[in-house]
Nanobody, 122 residues
Framework: QVQLVESGGGLAQAGGSLRLSCAAS????????MAWFRQAPGKEREFVTV????????SYADSVKGRFTISRDNAKNTVYLQMNSLKPEDTAVYYC???????????????WGQGTRVTVSS
């Protein structure tokens, strides 16, 4: 079992930045791929970005490419999402997820955090 706790959400202005963190505990001896998904009001949860267990491979949704950066510190069992040039359409609850395999599919992820809310004002 892996427990995930997100933090760092809040209110930002358009063009601003926020950094989200996801701290993992429990069975962290394995190298899990870690991903961020988000769910905007009235919409389905969608893939944002993923990073491999070793941190050497990343992928991003087109909507955030060039603005968001995922990274991880395995010594701290923590994954980060640096969000720059925020837009009002980035407003959503952001969820951290962990899985054995590197993938973009929400249904494949076994472990989820409770989410952290990000609101971007125009």
């Amino acid at each position: 079992q892996v427990q995930l706790v997100e933090s760092g959400g809040g209110l930002a202005q358009a063009g601003g930045s926020l950094r989200l963190s996801c701290a993992a505990s429990g069975r962290t001896d394995r190298s899990y791929a870690m991903a961020w998904f988000r769910q905007a009001p009235g919409k389905e949860r969608e893939f944002v970005t993923v990073i491999s267990g070793g941190g050497g491979r990343t992928s991003y949704a087109d909507s955030v490419k060039g603005r968001f950066t995922i990274s991880r510190d395995n010594a701290k069992n923590t994954v980060y999402l640096q969000m720059n040039s925020l837009k009002p359409e980035d407003t959503a609850v952001y969820y951290c997820a962990a899985d054995t395999f590197y993938n973009y599919r929400m249904r494949e992820y076994a472990y989820w955090g409770q989410g952290t809310r990000v609101t971007v004002s125009s």
